[in-house]
């Protein structure tokens, strides 16, 4: 698959600021601080179509951009960051919820976790609740630059173990700024999108 065109749709805290259910939609979950912005700017081709922040727990909107007019990404709020007031980080946890129970036309959740680490109990509960929904199965691990070429398939064996991964689910090692395992995940996508 190749993005030739990627464009902010809707920033959205309540399901009457969605835009309408008719376009397929692929969300993206991760820690703040993972490098999902920069992701999302490598797979769409833009430098700044998502905004890469120095501070962590910037995103509190449900952002949708539509992309090639045939498809949606979705960038839901970073968790777990902790400067933010609990108030807010609740009210994120609603806003994500009700995105994810109801909304009929997203059909997959990629969870981004950093590599250099192991998941983080936030990591696990929320692979666990995609899990509920059935929106799990593909796991970005970020920053693949910041370890060895050695350390990957160990580090991807121990975030499978994290998470409880089956055979069938994707890990997919990505680096934003070596610009490299992003291909593998537009593959994913666009049979996911074909399904």
Same mark, same amino acid.
């Given at each position: 698959?190749? /993005?030739?065109?990627?464009?902010?749709?809707?920033?959205?805290?309540?399901?009457? +600021?969605?835009?309408?259910? !008719?376009?397929?939609?692929?969300?993206?979950?991760?820690? $703040?601080?993972?490098?999902? #912005?920069?992701?999302?700017?490598? /797979? !769409?081709?833009?430098?700044?179509?998502?905004?890469?922040?120095?501070?962590?727990?910037?995103?509190? !909107?449900?952002?949708?951009?539509?992309?090639?007019?045939?498809?949606?990404?979705?960038?839901?709020?970073? %968790?777990?960051?902790?400067?933010? $007031?609990?108030?807010? $980080?609740?009210?994120?946890?609603?806003?994500?919820?009700?995105?994810?129970?109801?909304?009929?036309?997203?059909?997959? =959740? =990629?969870?981004?976790?950093?590599?250099?680490?192991?998941?983080?109990? +936030?990591?696990?509960?929320?692979?666990?609740?995609?899990?509920?929904?059935?929106?799990?199965?593909?796991?970005?691990?970020?920053?693949?630059?910041?370890? #060895?070429?050695?350390?990957? +398939?160990?580090?991807?064996?121990?975030?499978?173990?994290?998470?409880? @991964? $089956?055979?069938?689910? /994707?890990? /997919?090692?990505? #680096?934003?700024?070596?610009? !490299?395992? %992003?291909?593998? @995940?537009?593959? =994913?996508?666009?049979?996911?999108?074909?399904?």
């Amino acid at each position: 698959m190749h /993005i030739k065109k990627s464009d902010l749709e809707a920033m959205a805290v309540k399901p009457q +600021q969605y835009p309408p259910a !008719t376009l397929k939609e692929i969300a993206f979950a991760g820690r $703040s601080n993972v490098g999902k #912005s920069s992701l999302l700017n490598l /797979i !769409t081709g833009r430098k700044k179509l998502a905004h890469v922040s120095g501070n962590p727990g910037k995103t509190r !909107t449900i952002n949708f951009y539509i992309i090639n007019d045939a498809f949606r990404i979705v960038d839901l709020p970073g %968790y777990g960051y902790a400067k933010v $007031s609990r108030s807010v $980080s609740q009210g994120w946890g609603e806003m994500m919820e009700r995105y994810l129970a109801r909304r009929e036309n997203l059909i997959k =959740v =990629v969870q981004l976790v950093d590599i250099r680490h192991a998941p983080s109990k +936030q990591d696990v509960e929320m692979y666990q609740y995609l899990r509920h929904f059935g929106l799990d199965g593909i796991v970005v691990a970020t920053k693949a630059d910041k370890i #060895s070429k050695s350390q990957v +398939q160990k580090q991807v064996k121990l975030i499978r173990q994290a998470l409880r @991964l $089956s055979g069938e689910d /994707i890990v /997919i090692p990505v #680096s934003a700024l070596k610009k !490299t395992g %992003y291909e593998e @995940l537009l593959g =994913v996508m666009e049979e996911l999108l074909e399904e």
